[in-house]
């Protein structure tokens, strides 16, 4: 049984920085996959950044140079360090993984990862 729990959301002013952690539990895979997704009020959930099964990332462009996915592999505890936040940062952040070679799933979209946290809140203020 894969367990996600995030954690770390708060409410920043726009300009600040947040770290998210995902905790990670039952990932019994020596590969897996896992991405940071948000959702904000009134829309769909979208992809923000990603780690394939090869431990490489991927970002959508709204985010490049402004957060970074990491991974303590020992821990299995996945991090999402965003920097230089704007107010269309805020949603609630979701980790989602899954476990293999990841065949079905293609970040940034949505469907292919079995497994999903309860999600964190981030709240950026202008």
């Known amino acids: 049984q894969v367990q996600l729990v995030e954690s770390g959301g708060g409410s920043v002013q726009a300009g600040g920085s947040l770290r998210l952690s995902c905790a990670a539990s039952?990932?019994?895979?020596?590969?897996?996959?896992m991405g940071w997704f948000r959702q904000a009020p009134g829309k769909e959930r979208e992809g923000v950044a990603g780690?394939?099964?090869?431990?490489?990332?991927k970002y959508v462009d709204s985010v490049k140079g402004r957060f970074t996915i990491s991974q303590d592999n020992a821990k299995r505890i996945f991090y999402l360090q965003m920097n230089s936040l704007k107010p269309e940062d805020t949603a609630m952040y979701y980790c989602a993984a899954q476990m293999g070679l990841c065949s079905g799933v293609s970040f940034p979209r949505v469907n292919g990862y079995n497994y999903w946290g309860q999600g964190t809140q981030v709240t950026v203020s202008s």
């Open positions: 780690l394939d099964s090869d431990g490489r990332t």
């Open positions: 039952g990932l019994t895979y020596s590969r897996y996959c």
